[in-house]
C-alpha cells in the first residue's frame, strides 16, 4: 500500500486525538478548561459549580448541565499547542452516562485519567479503565488536588496498580499536600518546581524551578520535607517500574503526574510530557484488515456521536465523526457504507463545546461534525476509498432500567414522537414498544436512572412536550435470535413482556433473571442475547 506522502501526512502527524475519564468531581473539566487557557482557546476558565452568574465550563453546554454542575454529555474541543493540533473529548463522569463515555473512547488514542489524590481510584474510574484496556489505549494519569489533604503517594500509586492493574511510572513527586503543599519533584531533571497558585483562571506565569541539592531550597521547604523526599525518590527509584515508551504505548505503564488544575499548578508539565509520550493517529480495525492513516490515502471515517438541537434556533442534529483517514474538504461527495449511498457531507463544523466553526478542511484525528438530516446511525462508517470497508462497530448497551412513558397533552403527540425517536437515535436512551401496540405505548429503557431526567428536561425544553413517567419493575433484557419463531406464541413467565426495538427486532424484558432459563426451557430452540448483533 503506497505511504501517504507531503502535507497530508504532516498534518496527520501533527494531530494528538485524546479523551479525558475520571470519576465525578475529580476536576476532569477544570483540566480541560486549563488545557484550553494553553492553547489560547480561551481567555477565562469557567467554573463548573457557582452562583448563578459565574460563568460555566465550556465543555458543559446543555442547559441541565449548567443547571446541576454535571456532564451529561461528550463534548469535543480543538486547540493548537506546541505545533501540536489537539482534539480533547471531554466525557461525562458521572456512572449513569457511562454509556456516552464509551463510544467517546473508541473515538480516542489515549486517555487522560483524573483521580482525586484524596479518594483514589473510585468506581466509575475502574469501569471506564476497563474499556481503555479492552482496546490497549495509552493511559496517562494525572494526580489532581494536590493543594487539598491526600492519600500517601506510595498508597496512591499502588491503588492505581490494584484496582487497574496498570503499571505506574511517576514522572514527578509531590511534596507534602493540602497547606503543607510545596510542589514537585521532577524526576528526570532533578528539580523541584514551586508550588503557585493562580487560581483566577489565568495562565501561570515560569514555574520557579529549583535544583534538589541548592542551597537556595533551603526556607522554600522544610528540612523534614526535604529528607522525606530524598528518601521516597530513593525508594521509588529502587523499587518502582521505570519509563518505558513501548510499554505507554502499549497501554501497559501509566505515566504519572501530580498537580492541581484548579490553582492551575502542573497542568503545563503535564501537557507538555503527555504530547511528548503520544503517538499521531493510530490505525482501526476494520473488516478489510487494519487502516493506517500513514498508509491509507482515501478518507475514511466513522461516525461515534449524534447529538440533536445543539442550537435552538436551528433545532439541527450534528453526526460526529472520527476522521481516521485521509483529508477531508468541506463539501465532498463519500460513500455511506449502511446506506449504500454516496451522501455529502454538507455544514462541516468544529466545536467549542457549543459554539462552532465551519471548517474547510481537516484530516486523519481530527473530529468534525456535519448535519445529518436522519441517515447516519452510531457506528457508520463513511469513505472515498475504491475498495470499501467498514470499521468495527460500536457496541450498544442492555439498559437496566426501564419506563412508560407517556405525553400529558395529547395534542402534542407528533412533537412527542419526534422528540424521543431523536433523542434515542442519540444512543442515550433506547425505546420500546409492546407488540402489536404501535407507538401508543412507549417503554424507554436507560442505563443509568440520571438518564430518565435528561429526557423529561430536554423533552420539556427542546419539544415543548411535558411527559408522564411510571416505572416499570423490568431489569433484564433479552434479544431474540431466531428469525423464524412467532414470538405472540412464545411461552412465557408471569413477570415477561414482550417488546420491539426502534429496528422491529422482538425481544424480551424480565422482573428476575431466573425467568430468562425457564422461558428458554418453555420455548425449545429460542435463542437469547443480551446484546443486538
Given at each position: 500500500?503506497?505511504?501517504?506522502?507531503?502535507?497530508?501526512?504532516?498534518?496527520?502527524?501533527?494531530?494528538?486525538?485524546?479523551?479525558?475519564?475520571?470519576?465525578?468531581?475529580?476536576?476532569?473539566?477544570?483540566?480541560?478548561?486549563?488545557?484550553?487557557?494553553?492553547?489560547?482557546?480561551?481567555?477565562?476558565?469557567?467554573?463548573?459549580?457557582?452562583?448563578?452568574?459565574?460563568?460555566?465550563?465550556?465543555?458543559?453546554?446543555?442547559?441541565?448541565?449548567?443547571?446541576?454542575?454535571?456532564?451529561?454529555?461528550?463534548?469535543?474541543?480543538?486547540?493548537?499547542?506546541?505545533?501540536?493540533?489537539?482534539?480533547?473529548?471531554?466525557?461525562?463522569?458521572?456512572?449513569?452516562?457511562?454509556?456516552?463515555?464509551?463510544?467517546?473512547?473508541?473515538?480516542?488514542?489515549?486517555?487522560?485519567?483524573?483521580?482525586?489524590?484524596?479518594?483514589?481510584?473510585?468506581?466509575?474510574?475502574?469501569?471506564?479503565?476497563?474499556?481503555?484496556?479492552?482496546?490497549?489505549?495509552?493511559?496517562?494519569?494525572?494526580?489532581?488536588?494536590?493543594?487539598?489533604?491526600?492519600?500517601?503517594?506510595?498508597?496512591?500509586?499502588?491503588?492505581?496498580?490494584?484496582?487497574?492493574?496498570?503499571?505506574?511510572?511517576?514522572?514527578?513527586?509531590?511534596?507534602?499536600?493540602?497547606?503543607?503543599?510545596?510542589?514537585?519533584?521532577?524526576?528526570?531533571?532533578?528539580?523541584?518546581?514551586?508550588?503557585?497558585?493562580?487560581?483566577?483562571?489565568?495562565?501561570?506565569?515560569?514555574?520557579?524551578?529549583?535544583?534538589?541539592?541548592?542551597?537556595?531550597?533551603?526556607?522554600?521547604?522544610?528540612?523534614?520535607?526535604?529528607?522525606?523526599?530524598?528518601?521516597?525518590?530513593?525508594?521509588?527509584?529502587?523499587?518502582?517500574?521505570?519509563?518505558?515508551?513501548?510499554?505507554?504505548?502499549?497501554?501497559?505503564?501509566?505515566?504519572?503526574?501530580?498537580?492541581?488544575?484548579?490553582?492551575?499548578?502542573?497542568?503545563?508539565?503535564?501537557?507538555?510530557?503527555?504530547?511528548?509520550?503520544?503517538?499521531?493517529?493510530?490505525?482501526?480495525?476494520?473488516?478489510?484488515?487494519?487502516?493506517?492513516?500513514?498508509e491509507e490515502e482515501a478518507f475514511s471515517a466513522f461516525v461515534f456521536k449524534i447529538q440533536a438541537n445543539m442550537n435552538?434556533?436551528?433545532?439541527?442534529?450534528?453526526?460526529?465523526?472520527?476522521?481516521?483517514?485521509?483529508?477531508?474538504?468541506?463539501?465532498?461527495?463519500?460513500?455511506?457504507?449502511?446506506?449504500?449511498?454516496?451522501?455529502?457531507?454538507?455544514?462541516?463544523?468544529?466545536?467549542?463545546?457549543?459554539?462552532?466553526?465551519?471548517?474547510?478542511?481537516?484530516?486523519?484525528?481530527?473530529?468534525?461534525?456535519?448535519?445529518?438530516?436522519?441517515?447516519?446511525?452510531?457506528?457508520?462508517?463513511?469513505?472515498?476509498?475504491?475498495?470499501?470497508?467498514?470499521y468495527e462497530g460500536i457496541p450498544t448497551f442492555a439498559p437496566e432500567h426501564f419506563a412508560r412513558v407517556r405525553q400529558?397533552?395529547?395534542?402534542?403527540?407528533?412533537?412527542?414522537?419526534?422528540?424521543?425517536?431523536?433523542?434515542?437515535?442519540?444512543?442515550?436512551?433506547?425505546?420500546?414498544?409492546?407488540?402489536?401496540?404501535?407507538?401508543?405505548?412507549?417503554?424507554?429503557?436507560?442505563?443509568?436512572?440520571?438518564?430518565?431526567?435528561?429526557?423529561?428536561?430536554?423533552?420539556?425544553?427542546?419539544?415543548?412536550?411535558?411527559?408522564?413517567?411510571?416505572?416499570?419493575?423490568?431489569?433484564?433484557?433479552?434479544?431474540?435470535?431466531?428469525?423464524?419463531?412467532?414470538?405472540?406464541?412464545?411461552?412465557?413467565?408471569?413477570?415477561?413482556?414482550?417488546?420491539?426495538?426502534?429496528?422491529?427486532?422482538?425481544?424480551?424484558?424480565?422482573?428476575?433473571?431466573?425467568?430468562?432459563?425457564?422461558?428458554?426451557?418453555?420455548?425449545?430452540?429460542?435463542?437469547?442475547?443480551?446484546?443486538?448483533?
Open positions: 500500500m503506497p505511504q501517504v506522502t507531503g502535507e497530508v501526512r504532516k498534518q496527520i502527524e501533527k494531530r494528538r486525538t485524546f479523551a479525558i475519564i475520571s470519576h465525578p468531581d475529580a476536576g476532569k473539566t477544570t483540566l480541560t478548561e486549563k488545557f484550553l487557557l494553553y492553547g489560547g482557546a480561551i481567555n477565562q476558565a469557567g467554573s463548573v459549580k457557582g452562583k448563578a452568574t459565574a460563568r460555566h465550563a465550556v465543555s458543559d453546554w446543555m442547559e441541565i448541565e449548567k443547571e446541576r454542575g454535571i456532564s451529561v454529555t461528550s463534548s469535543v474541543l480543538q486547540f493548537n499547542y506546541g505545533g501540536y493540533c489537539i482534539n480533547i473529548l471531554d466525557t461525562p463522569g458521572h456512572q449513569d452516562f457511562s454509556e456516552d463515555t464509551y463510544r467517546t473512547l473508541m473515538a480516542a488514542d489515549s486517555a487522560v485519567m483524573v483521580i482525586d489524590a484524596s479518594k483514589g481510584v473510585e468506581a466509575q474510574t475502574r469501569k471506564l479503565f476497563k474499556v481503555c484496556t479492552m482496546r490497549h489505549i495509552p493511559i496517562f494519569t494525572f494526580i489532581n488536588k494536590m493543594d487539598r489533604e491526600a492519600m500517601d503517594t506510595f498508597e496512591l500509586l499502588d491503588d492505581i496498580e490494584s484496582e487497574l492493574g496498570i503499571a505506574t511510572c511517576p514522572v514527578n513527586w509531590p511534596i507534602g499536600s493540602g497547606k503543607e503543599f510545596r510542589g514537585v519533584y521532577d524526576r528526570e531533571k532533578r528539580e523541584v518546581e514551586l508550588f503557585s497558585d493562580t487560581r483566577k483562571g489565568t495562565i501561570q506565569g515560569e514555574v520557579k524551578k529549583v535544583p534538589l541539592g541548592s542551597s537556595e531550597l533551603d526556607g522554600l521547604i522544610s528540612d523534614e520535607q526535604r529528607a522525606r523526599l530524598e528518601e521516597e525518590i530513593e525508594l521509588q527509584d529502587g523499587a518502582g517500574a521505570q519509563f518505558d515508551q513501548e510499554l505507554v504505548s502499549r497501554g501497559e505503564l501509566s505515566p504519572v503526574f501530580f498537580g492541581s488544575a484548579l490553582t492551575n499548578f502542573g497542568v503545563e508539565t503535564f501537557l507538555r510530557n503527555f504530547l511528548a509520550m503520544t503517538t499521531p493517529p493510530l490505525p482501526r480495525m476494520s473488516d478489510r484488515g487494519l487502516i493506517d492513516p500513514m435552538k434556533a436551528h433545532r439541527d442534529r450534528i453526526a460526529f465523526m472520527r476522521i481516521c483517514s485521509g483529508s477531508f474538504e468541506a463539501g465532498m461527495d463519500v460513500y455511506h457504507m449502511q446506506g449504500g449511498k454516496k451522501v455529502r457531507l454538507s455544514q462541516p463544523q468544529q466545536m467549542m463545546a457549543s459554539e462552532r466553526h465551519m471548517v474547510q478542511e481537516a484530516y486523519g484525528g481530527d473530529i468534525i461534525g456535519v448535519f445529518d438530516p436522519g441517515i447516519f446511525s452510531i457506528g457508520d462508517t463513511l469513505t472515498t476509498a475504491a475498495e470499501k470497508f467498514c400529558v397533552d395529547t395534542m402534542k403527540r407528533k412533537q412527542f414522537i419526534k422528540g424521543v425517536n431523536q433523542i434515542a437515535q442519540e444512543g442515550a436512551i433506547q425505546i420500546f414498544q409492546e407488540l402489536n401496540a404501535g407507538m401508543e405505548e412507549i417503554i424507554v429503557g436507560v442505563v443509568g436512572v440520571l438518564q430518565f431526567d435528561v429526557l423529561k428536561f430536554r423533552l420539556e425544553n427542546e419539544y415543548n412536550v411535558e411527559i408522564r413517567m411510571d416505572n416499570l419493575p423490568y431489569e433484564y433484557i433479552r434479544w431474540i435470535e431466531n428469525t423464524d419463531i412467532d414470538v405472540s406464541k412464545l411461552s412465557g413467565t408471569s413477570d415477561m413482556k414482550k417488546v420491539m426495538d426502534l429496528k422491529g427486532r422482538p425481544l424480551l424484558l424480565f422482573v428476575n433473571e431466573w425467568s430468562i432459563r425457564m422461558t428458554q426451557e418453555r420455548n425449545d430452540g429460542l435463542v437469547l442475547a443480551e446484546f443486538a448483533r
